[in-house]
């Protein structure tokens, strides 16, 4: 797999991690169907799970392209300040334009 699609199949990847707390009904994605509503909170905490599991997608992709290269605390505020962004769409879906009842 070539540089250019690793980088487009992690932004693609986190697109839809990030977005999936918000579109699913089920807990972890694969767990029960949750009963009733799913807190803000139990959203967020899968919204976290997800970004770690990008990121480890991430570290893979970049340890078969090469040496892994050491990051800062800037890099994870940046790209977790970034899977909130790319989250924006399923939280606005789920909690602005869904109409209840």
Request: glycine share 10%; aromatic share 14%.
């Amino acid at each position: 797999m070539s540089l250019t699609a690793s980088v487009w199949l992690v932004i693609v990847a986190a697109f839809i991690a990030a977005n999936l707390p918000f579109v699913n009904h089920r807990w972890a994605v694969v767990g029960p169907v949750a009963g009733g509503r799913k807190p803000l909170v139990g959203r967020l905490a899968e919204l976290v799970v997800m970004y770690f599991l990008v990121g480890g997608l991430a570290l893979l992709l970049e340890r078969r392209a090469g040496q892994i290269a050491p990051q800062g605390w800037e890099f994870y505020a940046i790209t977790g300040t970034l899977f909130l962004t790319l989250a924006f769409p399923g939280f606005v879906y789920r909690y602005l334009l869904r109409r209840h009842g």
